[in-house]
């Protein structure tokens, strides 16, 4: 798969003309049937105004019938690697268990990224720089925790005795910080942390203050280690209540459990497919729990849509847009967040209305950027983002968002290169493998990257340059679905002409289901939205994210169940990803 | 360059600002030099390696395609004692005898690649001698080192009771951004994860690194690496706990996490070393910075301490990386070009109007090197100089970075056939009491490959020599050390 260059300042886009066949996932051989029927009606009725507290989720649809294969104690069970908290979730999490919000993780050498997503088990290792990351900061948070030791403790020194309160300390923020009841044997090797520190002259609470650093290091704490209650009669492991509360929690809230979640992995309460699906609806559903629940979910779709990949230094040509400053990356990163926002808890959450919304979230200043060069999207007083209607015919959800346009293009040029490769990978999951080395290669690609020419548009620029038949091949695959966002310059804003010549951006789709004629990116973005190869790809982005990896053949009733809630719900991100939660081998690991 | 002041003895009282962001606190250092197993040092015996990387080919036009090759602005246009000055090693004018150069050198593993390794994998069998591994993350430069890189091999064999086995240091513009392309690979996959923060690593090989602990004095710092002892203690009991109920993927993964608490925990165990007489002063605490010129300039003088303290003896030093947009505006290169962006990346793919750039970025970076070859021959080290004590290799991730390859078109016009030799280019200083410097070397037509190449700097540093100085090499790339870098000349090249 071709990913994004890791460009802040406008390096070349890798120019994929390949050799050989385009046309074909990777992936290959899991072209399931989405679950049951056709997409159904299940969305919200209508939207609240903007600014509103967030509309209740509907009530999960009931499942489509299971495929016999699928059938629970017949389920292949995909790999389960003990993961380490993302960055993100390690500021969740301390922020949960100690209200630190100091967020110091981002702090910490940037998280591998891996099919777009930041928490892939495979690639979150603690390296002895991040060792030493996590040692200063477990040390500060600890520090700050003992600042009010009286709202720490489950005791009082002073009247159970310091050693005796120590031990209630061990074992009360011990099973919030291991998200589980310490084993003994865990037990003693905090507490000895204490003794030894007592033991060489050191007060009560700086006793605490190591205990809970040393807390803060171990293994329990920094990843996910899903040992199970033992083995069914199948061979896979029954995970324990506390597990499946992690499970749960870091999937919804991208957080550790909550006190409710432990309570009822206390009493048992989370075995059945029935308790831990009333307490996701809980998660995702009751108000009391919003602000968990649009952080977590936005750790997903902030990524999928890429708003989290815009960097901060973000540059275009000042020649041509002098009104792109150092400031404009952050402001559209804020359009992004707000516009997801509102389209997950206001307005059905549809992977549709992500494609296709004919509306944005603006305020005063984003609202000046983009009318300095469309003058339909209104002047907008408000100093915090808006709902604003936009034209239907210019605008369709986030591909047509500046943020996107401008992170996928050139410091001064569309790269509709760039764009066809990333929407190829992104929206229909048929990644475009990097170009063979070639001399052919570097003189296409230095032509290319030249300024763009006044009498030639980027579409007739491709015309000229890529004219190899091997080229061609491959690149017929994804030249059109860029071109088809050439109304979209640099700086990611509207323009209605180029080079002195209207846009042309009718294409056709090739190698997909979809196979036919476009007739413009609302088009284009109109049959993605309504296609299966669409809908299949948005739950994959939304199993990768959930399960920290890629897909594998072992995936594939998890994969069906996704998509039937999917398609049960008008593929509503929170159906798709409390699927999760309904998915036959969510109480289980594979052995 | 007057680096640390490295002669003048150490002030006893030297006091370093804490670690603590801006917390300003004071921090007493009588123990520094007291790292430096002095003994040792004074017998000369102590020797160090530095590998370090300049990105996108030692001239980044060097194998410039379209038939123009007069754009290698790196290789000598003789061998030899006297070899002609180029336009990118002007930074070495003084440094001529101190310094052999090397091209020509073949990469075995790349030749043998079904492909040409795609866009600068170079960094990942540039000190790995296993060929590289791919990862399946879908991500692009998915390349990975084959194995432990021979930097921390030899931090294995020569590392031991330092503060730090091994110190990686990257001049990067996003603190914590993770870049790709690094030289050091804990194992096949493990990519070994460098300093980006001048002050940090400050902190780390300096200072106690504890924020906000004002370890004013001797006792302050026993009882810092008690509790710090005790904390990792228990840390280290929990792994254990857990580890007994893992499978096997994951103990290796909880192997690796316990291999860095155990580096931690040596580095924190090495504060409690007794002080004992004078050696090295510590330079002033960096700020952080992420200016290229400032950056490197403060981790090239942090490094040369550190070696010079005897706080760590090898070390990776990484200008950048390969494939990374760089701006270099304090070289007076705009940011955008004809609608270009002006980054080092994108001036290695463009055309020869903006060669004068590619020129000068290519020249500063490589007199980053040789500021570092400066700066050890200027420490003195008994009767003789920190750079007679270490081994120096320098060299790129592609052998052109207008190619991407690691390779690429041999010198003197005619293209590079598939299968042929590739032509990777070094500058090799150091390690006196094994390497004569002063020449320009060139393997013709693959006389010498890179695996020789390591393995010669693996013999000037560990003092094996022999059949077990190729030990860590697979078979089927052994070759004798690279021929022509002890004085001993031969026909074999040109």
């Known amino acids: 798969m071709v990913s994004r260059m890791p460009t802040a300042t406008g390096a070349p ?59 629970p104690g017949k389920v292949q069970l995909g790999r389960t690697p003990m ?247 952050a402001l559209l990163k804020t359009e992004l967040a707000a516009f997801i926002d509102h389209v997950t808890w206001q307005d059905g959450g549809k992977f549709a209305t992500f494609l296709q919304a004919p509306y944005t979230l603006l305020d005063r200043e984003l609202a000046a950027f983009y009318r300095a060069k469309d003058p339909t999207i209104p002047a907008i007083t408000s100093a915090t983002p808006v709902k604003v209607a936009l034209d239907p015919a210019r605008y369709a959800g986030f591909m047509t968002r500046a943020g996107v346009m401008a992170l996928e293009a050139g410091p001064a040029t569309s790269k509709p290169i760039r764009r066809g490769v990333f929407f190829r990978d992104r929206l229909l999951c048929d990644p ?39 080229c061609v091949s491959c690149h017929r695959v994804f030249n059109d679905l860029g071109l088809a966002f050439e109304n979209f310059d640099a700086s990611g804003r509207w323009r209605a002409q180029q080079a002195g010549q209207a846009i042309v951006t009718a294409g056709v789709l090739v190698g997909t289901e979809l196979e036919g004629p476009f007739a413009g990116h609302t088009d284009l973005l109109g049959k993605v939205a309504q296609s299966r190869q669409g809908r299949e790809c948005f739950v994959k982005q939304v199993f990768r ?24 719900s008008d593929y509503d991100v929170r159906q798709v990803m409390l699927a999760m939660v309904s998915a036959p081998g969510f109480l289980y690991r594979a052995p | 360059m007057n680096v640390v002041g490295l002669r003048s003895p150490l002030p006893r009282r030297t006091v370093l600002r804490g670690l603590a962001r801006g917390a300003g606190v004071a921090v007493a250092l009588p123990w520094l030099e007291a790292m430096a197993p002095r003994r040792a ?64 050198v073949a990469h075995r593993a790349i030749e043998t690649a079904p492909t040409d390794s795609i866009c600068h994998d170079g960094n990942c069998v540039f000190l790995v001698a296993q060929d590289p591994v791919e990862a399946n993350d879908g991500e692009i430069f998915s390349s990975q080192g084959g194995g432990r890189s021979m930097d921390l091999l030899i931090a294995d064999r020569i590392g031991a009771g330092t503060r730090l086995p091994s ?59 008690r509790q710090r002892g005790s904390v990792l203690d228990g840390v280290k009991a929990n792994i254990a706990t857990l580890r007994k109920q893992l499978g096997v993927a994951d103990q290796a993964r909880l192997d690796r996490h316990l291999g860095s608490i155990r580096e931690v925990e040596q580095r924190i165990a090495s504060l409690t070393a007794p002080p004992t007489g004078s050696g090295c002063s510590a330079p002033a605490r960096p700020s952080t910075s992420s200016s290229f010129n400032v950056v490197s300039k403060a981790m090239i003088d942090l490094l040369v301490t550190a070696l010079a303290c005897d706080l760590t003896r090898v070390a990776t030093f990484v200008i950048g990386g390969g494939a990374q947009d760089v701006m270099y505006p304090f070289l007076g290169i705009p940011d955008v070009y004809n609608g270009i962006g002006m980054s080092h990346h994108s001036i290695t793919h463009g055309g020869s109007d903006v060669r004068e750039w590619a020129d000068k970025i290519d020249a500063w970076q490589l007199e980053q090197f040789a500021y570092l070859i400066r700066s050890l021959k200027g420490a003195k080290e008994g009767d003789r100089t920190l750079l007679d004590q270490t081994v120096v290799l320098v060299g790129s991730e592609t052998s052109s970075g207008y190619n991407h390859n690691f390779g690429g078109w041999a010198w003197g016009g005619e ?23 002063g020449t320009h070397v060139r393997y013709k037509g693959g006389t010498a490959h890179h695996h020789q190449v390591l393995r010669a700097c693996y013999e000037a540093v560990t003092g094996i020599e022999g059949a077990a100085s190729a030990s860590w090499i697979p078979a089927k790339y052994q070759g004798p050390p690279a021929p022509g870098l002890r004085g001993d000349r031969s026909a074999e090249m040109i």
């Not at chain 1, 002895?128 to 200063?136: Q, R, S």
């Not at chain 1, 159970?160 to 011990?174: W, Y």
């Not at chain 1, 063979?436 to 491709?462: G, Y």
């Not at chain 1, 995936?555 to 039937?564: F, S």
Request: proline share 8%.
């Open chain 1, 432 to 470: 475009v493998p990097p170009p063979v080395p070639d001399p052919k290669v570097d003189q296409a690609r230095a032509e290319l990257d030249k300024p763009a020419a006044a009498n030639e548009t980027e579409r007739q620029r491709l015309e000229r340059v890529i004219t190899d038949v091997q």
């Open chain 1, 83 to 329: 993961r380490r908290l993302s960055h993100a979730e390690y500021n969740h999490t301390v922020a949960d268990l100690l209200g630190d919000a100091t967020a110091p993780a981002s702090a910490f050498p940037a998280d591998v990224a891996s099919f777009g997503y930041d928490n892939n088990a495979d690639r979150l290792e603690v390296t002895t720089i991040l060792a030493e990351d996590y040692l200063a900061t477990a040390d500060a948070l600890a520090t700050r925790a003992v600042g009010n030791l009286a709202a720490l403790l489950p005791c009082d020194p002073a009247k159970t005795g310091e050693d005796a309160c120590a031990g209630q300390f061990v074992a009360a923020f011990g099973k919030r910080a291991f998200r589980r009841p310490l084993s003994s044997e865990e037990a003693a090797n905090l507490l000895a942390v204490y003794r030894s520190s007592r033991q060489g002259g050191d007060d009560f609470a700086t006793g605490i203050r190591l205990t809970i650093t040393a807390a803060l290091l171990s293994p329990q704490f920094l990843f996910r280690a899903e040992i199970g209650a033992g083995q069914v009669a199948d061979g896979a492991v029954k995970l324990t209540g506390y597990e499946v509360a992690s499970r749960l929690s870091y999937l919804l809230w991208a957080s550790m459990p909550d006190d409710e979640l432990l309570r009822a992995a206390d009493a048992g309460q989370l075995a059945t497919d029935a308790e831990v699906r009333a307490q996701a609806m809980r998660m995702l559903g009751d108000p009391r729990f919003a602000a968990r629940a649009r952080r977590g979910l936005a750790r997903f779709s902030a990524q999928w849509i890429p708003a989290s990949a815009i960097p901060a230094n973000l540059t275009k040509d000042p020649a041509q847009w002098r009104d792109w400053t150092a400031a404009t990356p």
């Open chain 2, 167 to 225: 110190l990686e240091l990257q001049v990067a513009y996003d603190l914590q951004k993770r870049w790709t392309h690094f030289l050091s690979w804990n194992s096949a996959g493990q990519q070994r994860e460098p300093m980006r923060d001048a002050s940090k690593v400050f902190d780390r090989v300096f200072s106690a690194g504890v924020p906000d602990q004002g370890a004013q004095n001797q006792a302050a710092l026993e009882r810092l690496r």
């Open chain 2, 41 to 104: 040092r004074a017998q000369g015996a102590v020797r160090r390696f530095i590998g370090g990387l300049k990105p996108m080919g030692m001239s980044a036009h060097r194998a410039h395609p379209f038939g123009d090759f007069t754009a290698d602005h790196f290789t000598p246009k003789a061998t030899g004692a006297n070899w002609p000055m180029t336009t990118v090693l002007q930074p070495f004018a003084d440094l001529r005898n101190d310094v052999t150069i090397l091209s020509g």
């Open chain 2, 415 to 437: 293209s590079r056939p598939k299968g042929s030799p590739l032509d990777n280019a070094f500058v090799l200083a150091g390690g006196t009491h094994y390497f004569k410097h």
């Open chain 1, 545 to 568: 994210y959930a399960a920290g990896r890629g897909e594998t053949v072992a995936d594939a009733c998890t994969l069906a169940t996704l998509n039937g809630a999917g398609a049960a």
């Open chain 1, 13 to 71: 886009a890798i120019v994929a003309l390949l050799l050989g066949a385009c046309v074909g996932s990777i992936e290959g051989g899991m072209g399931f049937e989405p679950g049951g029927g056709e997409p159904g009606s299940g969305g919200t009725a209508g939207s609240p105004p903007p600014g509103s507290e967030p509309s209740p989720l509907p009530p999960a649809q009931p499942l489509p019938p299971s495929a016999e294969a699928c059938a």
